[in-house]
């Protein structure tokens, strides 16, 4: 069966600080992942897709970006944070021409 | 802008009772449609999908599509405190790899 990891669990960084966090899907091949954002009390905000190895696609301009170096991993990243990226990231997977995202267990990302 | 439309709640319900959440999409051409549950800080996890007007159950889940008045509706059965979490709308807005829009949620509390 497949399993979803998302590190680390809980991040606290300062204002300008770079960040990455990681995604890892485990059995199963070429899944398209994808990248969300959920601030405080809102809804879930798509920020990046990737459909293989390289191909990245954003969907919000901003001071993000993401990279999927192997096939089952996938990356967010920031340069320098800003207070408004502070919130719950989420890391999802999805097989071929399915729909059906299931998500990892997220990164709470407090940014001070 | 594509919406999906979900009333914040919080919807109480008294337990063994019937919960009802409603869901309303604007974008015409959406074939898919998804039920994920959210329990406080911790990621969404599928209840459902649903792709045909209709019902579909699972369990103590029915899931209602309506695809000319736009309505999706999700109805718990036998309401246990258990079923205390915030329920999310996913609508496929386009797209082949699946792009889902989410409702904001509706926070559905179960009291004993």
């Known amino acids: 069966s497949q399993t979803i990891h998302q590190w680390p669990a809980t991040l606290v960084q300062p204002v300008g600080s770079p960040l990455s966090l990681e995604c890892t899907v485990e059995?199963?091949?070429?899944?398209?992942l994808y990248w969300y954002r959920q601030a405080a009390g809102r809804g879930l905000q798509l920020l990046f897709y990737?459909?293989?190895?390289?191909?990245i696609s954003s969907e919000v301009p901003q001071n993000l970006s993401a990279s999927r170096p192997q096939d089952r991993q996938f990356i967010l990243s920031s340069k320098k944070l800003l207070l408004s990226d502070s919130g719950f990231y989420l890391c999802?997977?999805?097989?071929?021409?399915?729909?059906?995202?299931?998500f990892g267990p997220g990164t709470r990302l407090t940014v001070l | 802008q594509k919406e999906v439309e979900q009333n914040s709640g919080p919807l109480s319900v008294p337990e063994g009772a019937i919960a009802s959440l409603n869901c309303t999409y604007s974008?015409?051409?959406?074939?898919?449609f998804f039920w994920y549950r959210q329990y406080s800080g911790k990621s969404p996890e599928l209840i459902m999908s649903?792709?045909?007007?209709g019902d579909k159950e699972d369990g103590r889940f029915t899931a209602q599509l309506n695809k000319a008045s736009q309505y999706v509706s999700l109805l718990i059965r036998d309401s246990q405190p258990s079923d205390s979490a915030t329920y999310l709308c996913?609508?496929?807005?386009?797209?082949?790899?699946?792009?889902?829009?989410f409702g904001a949620g509706t926070q559905v509390v179960v009291t004993p």
């Open positions: 999802a997977w999805s097989i071929g021409t399915s729909d059906t995202q299931y």
């Open positions: 059995g199963t091949s070429n899944p398209n």
């Open positions: 990737s459909v293989g190895i390289g191909q």
């Open positions: 974008d015409r051409g959406s074939q898919s």
């Open positions: 649903i792709y045909s007007n």
């Open positions: 996913a609508v496929n807005i386009g797209g082949s790899w699946g792009k889902l829009q």
